[in-house]
Nanobody
Framework: QVQLVESGGGLVQPGGSLRLSCAAS????????MGWFRQAPGKERAFVAA????????YYADSVKGRFTISRDNDKNTVYLQMNSLTPEDTAVYYC?????????????????WGQGTQVTVSS
């Protein structure tokens, strides 16, 4: 059984940083996309970032390029999202997600496995 468990959310001031972690168990995602989505109140779940281990390719939403970095620790089967220069617009519940198949998509509906979510609040 595949499980994705997020951690690292919290309250941070504008301009601050947070690092989210997503520990996967039950399988290793080597050619399949694994990444992060976020959902703000009243909005749809939106793509943030993803990577594919076998190719090293990383994908980012335009709104986070240059501020967020996705990475992976293969030994721990864990994906990280380093978030810098945070703004109140980054406030959301952040979800880790992974696909069963290798094609990359930005649509949340294309992802098969989800974590429980972790709250990130950016406020002074």
């Amino acid at each position: 059984q595949v499980q994705l468990v997020e951690s690292g959310g919290g309250l941070v001031q504008p301009g601050g940083s947070l690092r989210l972690s997503c520990a996967a168990s039950g399988r290793t995602f080597s050619t399949e996309p694994m990444g992060w989505f976020r959902q703000a109140p009243g909005k749809e779940r939106a793509f943030v970032a993803a990577l594919i281990l076998s190719t090293g390719v990383r994908y980012y939403a335009d709104s986070v390029k240059g501020r967020f970095t996705i990475s992976r620790d293969n030994d721990k089967n864990t994906v990280y999202l380093q978030m810098n220069s945070l703004t109140p617009e980054d406030t959301a519940v952040y979800y880790c997600a992974a696909r069963r198949s290798s094609s990359f998509y930005r649509l949340a509906s294309a992802y098969d496995y989800w974590g429980q979510g972790t709250q990130v609040t950016v406020s002074s």
